[in-house]
């Protein structure tokens, strides 16, 4: 297993990086641009932005912003957001991102993680992953960044992570949208068996809120990287402290 990845996450909306509690009530927590170079310098793996309100406004992400932050930080970066077309994932990495991030129109089309993965290289196609838990079945969701519009697809989780990967796409990232925001800890159980099925890195994401919840993740789940924001936007430990409370665990840390 390569070294695990601390990657914060910038959820954005109106051009400012919000966080809620189970996608729903978003407050203000930032500039975009501050946030992207402060967790550079403090050591990210790797930066993610999810502009959250793009798939369900009909809209796709501003390449002024991609191109702003690439230019400006070190460290891989990844972007979603209401990219329906190839054009529009190529606009992305031509604008700098790293990798493409796809959600809901993945479940709208599932042979779009096919096309992106055969002109990108499935090293740039992350398939994210909003799934809710309900009486002991978890089920995917879409158009997550706006609450009134956030529906079930229909789809099992664990039978579309299959398919995502037969499709073709480089890595995955699960949103357990039960734990998001809370703080309580991952949902190692869902990551786990997520990672069994899985043969692509899986980033773990949603409930992270203690030092101690980035090991449980990465020792009992095993899964790639730990995405997080809140942690991170409020400040309750920096990136260079987290790092070293990992190492002493024994973890290799990147």
């Known amino acids: ?65 991609i191109r702003e932050i690439a230019r400006r930080i070190d460290v891989p970066f990844a972007v ?16 700098g991102a790293d990798k493409i991030s796809i959600n809901s129109p993945a479940l709208e089309r599932p042979e779009f993680i096919d096309e992106l993965a055969r002109i990108a290289g499935a090293q740039c196609v992350v398939v994210g992953v909003d799934s809710f838990e309900e009486e002991g079945e978890y089920y995917v969701y879409q158009y997550t960044g706006d609450e009134t519009k956030s529906r079930c697809s229909g789809r099992a989780t664990f039978e579309w992570l299959r398919e995502i990967e037969d499709r073709g796409a480089g890595e995955v ?13 991952y949902d190692l159980r869902q990551l786990a068996k997520a990672r069994s099925i899985l043969n692509v890195p899986l980033i773990a994401s949603g409930g992270a809120g203690e030092m101690e919840h980035f090991f449980d993740v990465f020792s009992e789940a095993d899964v790639s990287g730990a995405l997080a924001a809140s942690v991170f936007h409020k400040g309750l430990f920096s990136i260079p402290d987290l790092k070293k409370y990992l190492r002493q665990t024994g973890l290799e840390i990147r």
Not at 15 to 26: A, D, H, I, S
Not at 80 to 95: D, K
Not at 173 to 185: E, H, K, S, T, Y
């Open 173 to 185: 990232v699960l949103n357990c949208m039960n734990r998001d925001g809370m703080r309580a800890g």
């Open 80 to 95: 979603a957001g209401g990219l329906r077309t190839v054009e529009q994932a190529i606009s992305c990495l031509e604008n």
């Open 1 to 65: 297993m390569p070294a695990r990845r601390i990657i914060p996450c910038l959820d954005v909306k109106d051009g400012r990086v919000v966080k809620g509690v189970q996608f729903r009530g978003y407050e203000i927590v930032g500039d975009v641009l501050e946030c992207a170079l402060l967790y550079a310098r403090e050591g990210a793996d790797e930066l993610v932005l999810y502009d959250i309100a793009a798939s369900t406004e009909g809209r796709s992400l501003d390449p002024s912003t």
